[in-house]
């Protein structure tokens, strides 16, 4: 169709206008369908007639209400009202349901307009009581009603009586579907703070046993918050993702995309909030709602830019809105503004301040809990890094220094902040620095900057430290300065041209350091960590070297391993115990010896663990569990894992650290068969990877969570991530995985019931790998899956032309068992369509006939197929082929060949059974169906039955034996 206006000039008779009717209700809800159904309401009026101006007015009525335009409806509701009271003779038993139906619509809707007094609300309230009274309807719409204005105004007494005689009345064919019921009564008891039977009402609605057009999308979003207050926290992620896909861009469900947004800021998810908001942006500058539903709306927004600034983040951006820069800060001065003008609007009407207090409360809220990952990607809203706590009153600079020393010698993550908290004292009282505490500083901001990468700076510092320290009398600090320095210049990523051309070779400062420990001038400590950084220079002196000097470095490597291992154990320092131990893994590894690396390995972590040393234990189990996992020991590295999660966790930790062991257990608990674990552990990871900016481990952990989400039969959670995911997916991953990915999104999208959704993935996929020349194998994946899909979605002509494809890619592909299954749906595409696109019964037959053609085809694929493999059961795809094409065969009146096909694989099956017995049971009850029903002969059909049981209670086919059982009582 084109213009809703050049279609509905064409409307000149019943069968047009309903043809225009079909029309405007396939509209999306908005203000075109409200225009549309007006052009309708003018195309009736021209026809006239009562019954056609009666069913257009209902068309606007629905329109209006869904259009956030409700107002309007009562316009329309009160012309209907009029015909039906001067001729109601013209209103069929439906139009009159009609009537009545969107009568409680508009008489609630009424609220959403503060300009409607509560006089004219009241007054249509008692106009639908005495009109549902006279017709003898039940009273249930009309408390309910009632007790929407009670609640609205604030009359909490009311409402509960209101409520109370809601529930106890009658329901009838005028009552609200159950679902929406439910949706207020639940509201109503979260408000009251039963959290618990909110989600007892929600309960039906949230599993899918109540369905409408709103829900259960509206109720998804009513029960965020009270899953996440019971701390039923996997519920509240779940929700929110397979929710929101469905309220997206929605005027309809206007409100449900606020509590979504309110959602993600009370559970630390407030990048996300930003991301939805962003979307919605026009809907804060240009209302496309009723007031009520664009205040619950703007409620949601308001809690998330208070919440953003309160992390200090009022100047990040958020959504350009005309009028404001767009950030947090100015756009929740726009957001309260708008609110709490709309808020006094319903206070005058009402008389209260109600609106206006519910508005406070709600955008006082404070976060539930600290932090839920959800798995999506969202913008990073940067929290504010804790302050560095003040030293306690009195503390001397003297006492500061000393915990900062102490802090080194343990080995602490934390020593730098130690003493950038010493700095900081010093600066803020004025005092001077020594030398030997300047030392200690230039020292730990050395390990700091050389740890995260900065070289150069790192080289400075620690030149700075090594001065220092000899200037002090602590030459052996200072030698380990200057050796750590030499091993930095040696790193590959060094930049070109660094050098530390004021610190002499390791081999002099070995040297000297042993015969000042001799001599008691230095610490064995000091000279241990000489060692450690030999060790570390050999190791990369063997990783970098060439061909021929490669046998040479490794045994420097392993000397130096074994040097420093014997000092470590000399002294009794367990941390490089530990160190040395993973060394001589790696050499273990690079030998082959997998049993000697797992055993040093172990002895690491050990070693790192009785150092009293956590953080250092934490990396040790890193590597273990990757070991272990990598050569098949899901459970050990689950184990290792686990014992070291803490410690990778705390607050000194090294957050890349924490987001690999997080990664490592989320593969570990999937392949442990724990996949509910391994969701957890995947949602932590992509979060922290977000965190980290690493863009691919963030992607990675998302798309494992999501086949994650798939395996646990949680499809829309899974298509909800993937669907996000994919501009990330196509920016850095391969093209093979580009491509399972969107096999993935389309299958959880079908899986989820969005067919035509998941139609539009798959066959953009398999348009991508035809176009890439992807491997055979992925291109008949994905051309299967589309043309099966487009069939589910009823695009059968495009499904038609999928098929005969997709059935040459499985082939060349050497998968005849697929070409065999979807020959099959091939056929039922035919059958299932034969009416599509008004076809007579010529050409409906002539479908019907190539349908049942193709079942044929399926069982020469088989007899062509010369042995079972592991896409094809020969056996068990005839069997498949034989019940399905009987099956069409007696539906579409073919008997003769329906009981032909049926009898042949019955006999043939029985002497197998009890394997195939359902479909052995299946095939005796098409042919005995035929016998009785299409050839009336019952008693032939029930003497086939009969010998059927006898031969399955022989074989011990219990199934078959109750199928048949039911089926003989059926043919009694």
Known sequence: MTGAADMYDEVIDDATFERARAEVRDRPYGVARSAAAEALLAA?????????????????????????????????????????????GEFSPGLTHGVYWHLKWVTSSLLAAPEVPLTTIRSFLDDMERRFRTAGHSMRPVH????????????????AAEFAAWMAADRDSLTDCDACERREQGRWLAEQGDDEGALEIFEPTLSGMRTCAEEPQITIADSLLPLTRLGRLDEARTNHLRGYRLVRGSVSTYASVGRHIEFCALTGNEGR?????????????????????????????????????????????????????????????????????????FDARNGSGFVSGQLRTRLAAKPVVAALPLGVRSVLVPTPRPAEPAPEAGTSLDELAERARASVK????????????????????????????AADLADARAIDLVNSGDLAAGIEQLRIAAELFAATDRPGPAHVARARAVVSVRHPAAPEGLSADWAPGLDATTADLVHLVSQGRAEPADLVSVLAARMMAARLAFATAEEETQAAARAAYEAETDRLAAAAAHHRLGHRIAEAGEARAHLAVVDGDHQRAEAELRGALTAAAAAERPWAAASTGRLLGGFLLHHGDAAGAEEVLLSVLDAAQGPTHDPTLYADVLAALTRASAVNGRPAAAAEYAALAAQEFDRLGDRLGAVQCRVTLAALFKDLDRPADAAAILEESLPEVDELLGPDDVLHNRWMLGTSLSAAGHALEAADVLVGAAARAAAQDADPGIRATLAGEAAQTLAVAERRTEAGAAFPEAIRLAGEAGRPGAAVRLTRAAAWNLIDGQYDDGADEDAARAKVDAGLAKFADAMALLDAAAEDGPDLDRAHERTATEVQWSQALWMEDRNDEALRIADRGATRLEIGLPRFESQYAQLVTV????????????????????????????????EAVRTLTELREELA
Not at 144 to 159: E, I, Q, S, V
Not at 941 to 953: C, E, H, I, K, N
């Open 273 to 345: 909030g930003v991301e939805i908001t962003a979307a919605h942006r026009t809907w804060l500058a240009s209302p496309a709602a009723d007031a009520d539903v664009h205040l619950a709306f703007l409620g949601g927004v308001g809690v998330l830019l208070r919440r953003l600034v309160a992390l200090g983040r009022g100047g990040m951006r958020v959504a350009g809105v005309p009028g404001t820069d767009g950030t947090a800060a100015e756009l929740l001065a726009l957001v309260e503004r708008d609110a709490f003008a709309l808020a006094a609007r």
């Open 927 to 958: 042919a005995a169906r035929v016998e009785k029903h299409e050839f009336g002969m019952p008693e032939l059909a029930r003497s086939r039955v009969d010998a059927a049981l006898l031969v399955a209670r022989t074989l011990r086919a219990a």
């Open 44 to 88: 009736a009026e021209r026809l006239g007639g009562t019954p056609l101006v009666a069913a257009a007015l209902l068309e606007t009525i629905v329109a209006y209400n869904y259009g956030g335009e409700s107002p309007k409806s009562a316009v329309s509701m009160g012309r209907l009202l009029r015909l039906y009271d001067e001729q109601p």
């Open 410 to 437: 343990a080995g602490h993550p934390g020593s730098r902040a130690a003493w950038e908290l010493f700095a900081a004292a010093a600066a803020e009282r004025g005092a001077a620095v020594t030398d030997r505490d």
């Open 144 to 159: 309910k009603c009632r007790f929407y204005l009670a609640d609205h105004t604030g009359d909490k007494a009311g409402a």
